[in-house]
Nanobody, 122 residues
Framework: QVQLVESGGGLVQAGGSLRLSCAAS????????MGWFRQAPGKEREFAAA????????FYADSVKGRFTISRDNANNMVYLQMNSLKPEDTAIYYC???????????????WGQGTQVTVSS
């Protein structure tokens, strides 16, 4: 498993941008697909974006497609989520996760960070 630590959350006005970062420990980072999930108050955790081991493939939930961009830097064990045109409904705790096999289902992820709060005001 890898240890994951998210950062970059905060309060932003609707239409604004934030960039989330996730730092991974361990020398096997490149063996994992990486994903971002989010959980709003009173709702279940949902998939937001994922990226393959090499970074050559990316996947997005329909709700964030065209506004969010996931990327990774395998040399530095980092994964990012650039969030543009933020909406109040994007307000949630955002979690970074690592998976050996899956992309979209949370059940396929082996390691999770502690989460970072994103709040979008209207």
């Amino acid at each position: 498993q890898v240890q994951l630590v998210e950062s970059g959350g905060g309060l932003v006005q609707a239409g604004g941008s934030l960039r989330l970062s996730c730092a991974a420990s361990g020398r096997t980072f490149g063996n994992y697909n990486m994903g971002w999930f989010r959980q709003a108050p009173g709702k279940e955790r949902e998939f937001a974006a994922a990226i393959s081991r090499s970074g050559g493939s990316t996947f997005y939930a329909d709700s964030v497609k065209g506004r969010f961009t996931i990327s990774r830097d395998n040399a530095n064990n980092m994964v990012y989520l650039q969030m543009n045109s933020l909406k109040p409904e994007d307000t949630a705790i955002y979690y970074c996760a690592a998976s050996r096999n899956g992309y979209i289902s949370a059940k396929g992820y082996d390691s999770w960070g502690q989460g970072t709060q994103v709040t979008v005001s209207s």
